[in-house]
């Protein structure tokens, strides 16, 4: 790997984070409402008022709380929550890996299931089985995330049928069986969008590398069809499907909040609703700057993986 590239890359990431914190910190500043409000309530006194937002800092110019907040998380230093009065750092800690063990699931699953698809359609075009992985491909792309999650809820977890559980949540170190039985279909939902969409674009790109010339030149030289889809078609066609795949993750981030609410499992997406319904400062930029630093590595890491695929991308 290049290393010029590599910081490149890593530069653009750090850029990112600090214009995204700048971001959340002056959307947090502009809600309606007021947090020590929100905590002591509308019957609280002038004083008390006065006295809370001293004590959290809400009174001083936007630029010192924005410089005292970025600086404390650099050290390890999240703050409190405003409401719950526990570590901020706890709270997203806790909350981020039971939403990774969903997004890991979901991303294991398109990438065994949607990659094969797309190729097999690409391989098939015109046929039958064509046609059924494209209209699969265009009903999961076309209904939203908590469409599929209700479906799944009538027909998987209803009371006749009671499959699986319609919602809650067992941690994995007091059950693993039950962490996972409770994961099922929340990660089936996600997993049915991503590889309807995935699997289109794989479709796609193969279709298209399948018609280059390089491949029509590898089937001349007298190659069995699966060396020349596996070494020369499949290669190039995974470089777009990638990028993609990067892309998803962020709209994987936010079907998490619909989907968590949905079955009420305690991730990160549920944590962020709470917060900003309680209007828990410290909370909300801590949770959207993670989220935020999530996409920008997903994106840096397919970036990465791209220019192996294709060295001439790290030249560009």
């Not at 065994?112 to 190729?119: C, E, M, Q, T």
């Not at 399948?210 to 995974?238: I, Q």
């Not at 892309?247 to 994987?252: R, S, T």
């Amino acid at each position: 790997m290049n290393a010029g590239y590599l910081a490149r890359r890593l530069l653009a990431v750090m850029v990112v984070l600090l214009i995204v914190s700048l971001t959340v910190f002056a959307i947090t500043l502009i809600l309606p409402g007021n947090a020590a409000v929100m905590i002591l309530g509308e019957y609280a006194t002038a004083d008390q008022l006065k006295a809370l937002e001293e004590q959290l800092g809400l009174n001083r110019p936007w630029h010192v709380q924005y410089l005292s907040w970025i600086g404390s998380i650099l050290t390890g230093d999240w703050g409190m929550s405003m409401r719950l009065s526990v570590p901020v750092g706890g709270l997203i800690a806790e909350a981020f890996w039971r939403s990774a063990a969903l997004a890991v699931a979901a991303l294991v699953t398109v990438t065994l299931i949607a990659i094969p698809l797309g190729v097999i359609a690409a391989l098939r075009r015109g046929t039958l089985t064509d046609l059924l992985i494209s209209v699969f491909a265009y009903l999961g792309t076309a209904v939203p995330e908590f469409v599929t999650a209700t479906l799944l809820l009538v027909f998987l977890a209803s009371p006749e049928r009671g499959w699986f559980p319609a919602g809650g949540f067992t941690p994995f170190g007091e059950s693993p069986g039950g962490f996972l039985y409770h994961m099922v279909l929340p990660a089936l939902t996600l997993s049915l969008i991503l590889t309807a969409h995935i699997a289109r674009q794989v479709r796609s790109e193969m279709s298209d590398v399948l018609g280059s010339d390089y491949v029509r030149a590898a089937r001349l030289k007298g190659l069995s069809e699966f060396t020349v889809v596996r070494r020369h078609a499949l290669r190039n066609a995974l470089a777009p499907a990638v990028a993609v795949i990067s892309l998803d993750v962020g709209y994987l981030l936010g079907g998490i909040i619909v989907v968590e609410e949905v079955f009420a499992w305690p991730g990160l997406g549920r944590l962020i609703i709470y917060a900003l319904q309680n209007r828990d400062l410290p909370v909300i930029q801590a949770a959207t700057l993670v989220l935020a630093a999530v996409y920008a590595l997903s994106n840096l890491v397919s970036d990465l993986v791209i220019a192996s695929l294709d060295p001439r991308v790290r030249y560009a």
